[in-house]
């Protein structure tokens, strides 16, 4: 199976990342103190006392192609100046392009050599996923079954649509062929890219929610990164970094065809690429599903409306609305898959003043997303403590 760095899923989240990224461009990560790490990033770093964060954690941001070493200290890539431009880019491009660049042997890992075949397990993982969605309308792929059609077939993940289809009349054997090896590293590199927005991770499955057409067009848009490879494994992170723009080269993030794209009903006054990001989230069918039958309430978190009192002959009228900044994925948890806690379920005159409200405060602030969390949640508290609840609402 492929290596990971396990265990670490609050360091993978993309927000996370960005953090990070806006780190290692001003200090070296290498040799700062732990303690002004933990003040600046405002991250735990859990370690004992004799090991430095980048002992523990400095896989994570090589994967991640954030960071290398060179002479003993921390370089940042290319990747890291793009991530910490707020706004630049959104969580389904840069995981698009990890998912393309990501190798089997790592750069980031000990085991690297140019020696050995290269295969790219997370491009072979997301195209099984999307040939299953594009050629059989199968939506919910089981974890296990992907490492286990990896394991079996040998593929690189550079194969064509006819190959994939070819290995999906196996695909109810392949679930049991990982049982003799250990895969929870392989397992928990599925679950970062869940954090992709039609994409959510539950029970051990990753559901894609899109169409027969959009499933397809993904799959022959993306492919694995190739080229000269560079024997030093750091020189390796730092080439397949500069590799990365800003997502632009790929043309399929409408998702045309599995989402209406009337970003001006949403409320927003430009379909940007970072404001669609956010828009396909909020109407990924299968993440919405998920929280209502984990939350079956019909009062909007916004203005307090009853939609079921209002409206007796329905059990809710409400959307998902994702209160992340609008390039951020959905976080995942180790055990539980996709995080559901970023989701609040309000109706859609409130969801689409909500973004009109967001849309106001960018632009005084001169930017087009929010810098982190914290403000994203703040800006969301603000635009609800506006609205003007009705005396028929309670």
């Known amino acids: 199976m492929w290596k990971w760095d396990q265990g670490r899923m609050e360091y993978f989240q993309y927000d996370t990342l960005r953090t990070i990224a806006e780190f290692v461009l001003k ?7 732990p303690d002004f790490i933990r003040e600046q990033t405002g991250l735990a770093f859990a ?5 430095s964060p980048w002992r523990n954690y400095s896989r994570i941001f090589k994967l991640c192609l954030i960071v290398s070493e060179s002479n003993g200290v921390a370089v940042p890539t290319d990747i890291a100046r793009i991530l910490a431009r707020t706004g630049t880019v959104t969580c389904d491009e840069y995981l698009h392009f990890l998912v393309e660049a990501t190798t089997s042997p790592s750069p980031a890992l000990s085991e690297w050599t140019t020696n050995l075949p290269i295969r790219h397990p997370l491009c072979f993982s997301l195209k099984y996923i999307l040939a299953k969605a594009a050629g059989l309308n199968e939506n919910i792929t089981p974890i296990n079954e992907v490492i286990g059609a990896y394991f079996q077939s040998g593929f690189s993940g550079d194969e064509d649509d006819t190959s994939f289809l070819n290995l999906m009349s196996e695909r109810e054997n392949y679930s049991g062929a990982v049982t003799q090896f250990d895969i929870r590293q392989a397992r928990e590199s599925l679950k970062f890219i869940s954090q992709i927005s039609y994409l959510h991770c539950d029970s051990g499955n990753i559901i894609a929610s899109l169409n027969q057409e959009d499933a397809f067009e993904i799959f022959h848009a993306i492919s694995p990164i190739s080229g000269p490879r560079e024997e030093n494994k750091d020189l390796e992170i730092q080439r397949l970094a500069t590799l990365f723009r800003d997502g632009s ?3 399929f993030f409408d998702y045309n065809n ?3 794209s ?3 009903e949403s409320g927003f006054t430009e379909g940007s690429k970072v404001k669609k990001t956010h828009i396909v989230i909020e109407r990924n ?3 919405r599903d998920q929280f209502f039958k984990r939350s079956p ?3 909007c978190d916004a203005c307090e409306l009853d939609t079921h009192k209002k409206y007796p002959w329905v059990n809710r009228i409400l959307d998902l609305h994702h209160v992340l900044p609008l390039s951020s994925g959905t976080r995942v948890d180790s055990r539980r898959g996709t995080m559901l806690d970023d989701l609040v379920p309000i109706c859609p005159t409130c969801h689409r003043a909500v973004h009109r409200f967001y849309e106001s405060h960018l632009k005084n602030e001169q930017r087009k997303d929010f810098l982190n969390q914290t403000e994203a949640k703040f800006v969301y508290t603000q635009a609800k403590e506006t609205i003007v609840r009705e005396d028929c609402y309670v």
């Not at 370690?47 to 090991?51: F, G, K, S, V």
């Open 27 to 33: 200090y070296d990560l290498k040799n700062s103190d």
């Open 47 to 51: 370690a004992p006392a004799t090991h």
């Open 249 to 251: 080269e790929h043309t």
């Open 258 to 260: 599995t989402i209406i």
């Open 262 to 264: 009337d970003v001006l």
């Open 285 to 287: 069918s299968k993440l």
């Open 297 to 299: 309430t019909a009062i």
